[in-house]
């Protein structure tokens, strides 16, 4: 390093901060080597690479707009699946209402049936009742008048003829009492 200080002083003409010319033509040879090498070599290679990076940014971006596109169809397909669903259940639920009324008025019908028949059976009974109670009643009142009359007349009525006679005209003759005072109270 002291050789170049020296070197460098004993020529008063050099500008210190400019190298010498034979470094100048080296530097430049070197420089053209290495550059021929880049473009020759590097260069290509680099533009490929990113010939490569551009189709591969190129193929994403077409298969973001196909997905988007399909994304797009598949959402309409779904609305309109969405769409035909909620139908469907519409009518299903009509459906169902129907049905239900279907049933509940089946039900009534059956249950309306059901009250007929429970008051056929109840009214039967009671006329049944009604006529058990009428036999009982004349058989009852038969022998009151029968013992009545008996009682009246002094004698024993034990003839069955006319002991039957005289219930049936006695019996005869309170109904038609009842009939005779709703006649003459319609009169009225």
């Known amino acids: ?4 200080a020296l070197t460098l002083a004993a020529d008063p ?15 430049l040879v070197c420089l053209a080597i290495i550059g021929f090498f880049l473009v020759k070599y590097a260069v290509p290679r680099i533009t490929a690479m990113l010939d490569e990076r ?20 598949a959402e309409e397909r779904i609305a309109a699946e969405l769409a ?5 259940a ?3 639920r ?20 059901e ?14 009742d009604r006529q058990a109670a009428q036999i009982s009643l004349r058989a009852d ?5 029968t013992e009545l009359a008996s009682r009246i007349v002094g004698e024993s009525v034990s003839d069955h003829a006319l002991q039957s006679r005289v219930i049936d005209r006695f019996l005869d003759e309170l109904e038609a009492q009842p009939a005779d005072r709703a006649t003459a109270r319609r009169e009225a």
């Open 1 to 4: 390093m002291q050789a170049t």
């Open 13 to 27: 003409n050099q500008n210190p901060l400019l190298p010498a010319s034979y470094d100048i033509i080296w530097s």
């Open 54 to 73: 551009a189709e591969k940014i190129e193929t994403g971006l077409q298969q973001a707009e196909r997905a988007q596109q399909a994304a797009a169809d």
């Open 84 to 88: 035909q669903a909620r139908r469907d």
């Open 90 to 92: 519409a009518e299903v």
């Open 94 to 113: 009509e459906q169902a209402q129907v049905e239900a009324k279907a049933i509940v008025g089946e039900a009534r019908g059956k249950a309306q049936a």
């Open 115 to 128: 009250a007929d028949r429970i008051t056929e059976n109840a009214a039967r009974q009671i006329e049944a």
């Open 141 to 145: 009142v038969g022998m009151l008048a």
